[in-house]
């Protein structure tokens, strides 16, 4: 079974920047597509972006963090393999739990749905505050 483990998340004030990661262990790691959701206080998980399995070519992002956010991936080694969601220009309505995610392959990302998950994380808070 597929482990995701995220890290990265805490406390940043407008306008600033985080770097969340996505450890994947457990094979076969290139043939999953991997994806980031978020759920806010109060609101439905959304998808907020995605990488597309084996070479990772496409991505896709919600329009409220297109140009904000950039998703990616190192090619997987023996072991594991690291996601990583950029995050810059921080709003307060970003603030929210971030969760990696696994969308068994072959997926190119034409939507970021939770149904589509087959694996998650355990998610990590981020707080955008000044």
């Known amino acids: 079974q597929l482990q995701l483990v995220e890290s990265g998340g805490g406390l940043v004030q407008p306008g600033g920047s985080l770097r969340l990661s996505c450890t994947a262990s457990r094979f076969p790691l290139n043939h999953y597509a991997y994806a980031w959701f978020r759920q806010a206080p109060g609101k439905e998980r959304e998808g907020v972006s995605c990488i597309s399995s084996n070479g990772g070519e496409r991505t896709n992002y919600a329009d409220s963090v297109r140009g904000r956010f950039t998703i990616s991936r190192e090619n997987a080694n023996t072991t594991y393999l690291q996601t990583y969601l950029q995050m810059n220009s921080l709003e307060p309505d970003d603030t929210a739990v971030y969760y990696c995610?696994?969308?068994?392959?072959?997926?190119?990302?034409?939507?970021?749905?939770?149904?589509?998950?087959?694996?998650w994380g355990q998610g990590t808070q981020v707080t955008v505050s000044s």
């Open positions: 995610a696994a969308i068994i392959g072959p997926y190119f990302c034409s939507d970021i749905l939770e149904k589509l998950v087959d694996y």
